[in-house]
Nanobody, 121 residues
Framework: QVQLVESGGGLVQPGGSLRLSCAAS????????MGWYRQAPGKQRELVAT???????NYADSVKGRFTISRDNAKNTVYLQMNSLKPEDTAVYYC???????????????WGQGTQVTVSS
């Protein structure tokens, strides 16, 4: 079984920083894209940032210049460095990974359990 375990959420004041981590474990052959999504109360889940296995990144306009996504392929881990946080960044943040279990199987989408980020004074 594959598990994605997030960590690093919490309460931070506006203008502050947090770093989220997400480690994938289990019977993994390879991981293609990894990413972060978020869902605020009463809103749909939205993309925050993604990163390919080769390191190409994509960001939502709302976080460009403030958030940085990175990954350590050797550790099957993706990170999200969040700077200059705003109250509107408050949400549950979910890790996502596109994972192949064997060399001949298709990839499947896996999700973490979510970690709460609250930006408030």
């Amino acid at each position: 079984q594959v598990q994605l375990v997030e960590s690093g959420g919490g309460l931070v004041q506006p203008g502050g920083s947090l770093r989220l981590s997400c480690a994938a474990s289990g019977s993994i052959f390879s991981i293609n894209a990894m990413g972060w999504y978020r869902q605020a109360p009463g809103k749909q889940r939205e993309l925050v940032a993604t990163i390919t296995s080769g390191g190409s990144t994509n960001y939502a306009d709302s976080v460009k210049g403030r958030f940085t996504i990175s990954r350590d392929n050797a550790k099957n881990t993706v990170y999200l460095q969040m700077n200059s946080l705003k109250p509107e960044d408050t949400a549950v943040y979910y890790c996502n990974a596109d994972i192949a279990l064997t060399s001949w199987s298709p990839t499947y989408d896996y999700w973490g359990q979510g970690t709460q980020v609250t930006v408030s004074s």
